[in-house]
């Protein structure tokens, strides 16, 4: 299964302590499931029709939703809120079948 380290998770969004550690294994979790779902596939190794190799892009995306999640932790806010922010989309989308561009 494809994994995100939590370093790597607090080094992307600048987090120097470990307050939120719990949170961000949380986040990363629900990025991963995310990214599969929007893909429609897995992550996997073996290049059969039903799974996707995890690449750097999705990879990134994921960072980025996770990010997402971090800055917007609730339902409601001042400001305009995305489901999914639209750079992430166009880091996953390539994957999908048919891929959208």
């Not at 629900?30 to 059969?48: C, M, P, Q, V, Y």
């Not at 489901?83 to 994957?95: C, D, I």
Request: charged content about 25%; proline content about 3%.
């Amino acid at each position: 299964m494809a994994r995100i380290e939590l370093e790597e998770i607090k080094q992307h969004l600048r987090i120097d302590h470990n307050l939120d550690d719990e949170l961000l294994e949380l986040y990363s979790t629900a990025a991963l499931e995310a990214a599969e779902n929007h893909i429609g596939k897995t992550f996997g190794s073996d290049n059969s029709s039903d799974t996707v190799k995890f690449t750097q892009g999705i990879k990134v995306g994921c960072l980025m939703f996770i990010g997402h999640l971090y800055a917007n932790r609730e339902t409601v806010s001042d400001v305009q809120l995305y489901e999914v922010p639209m750079a992430v989309k166009s880091l996953w989308n390539p994957y999908r079948e048919p891929a959208i561009y």
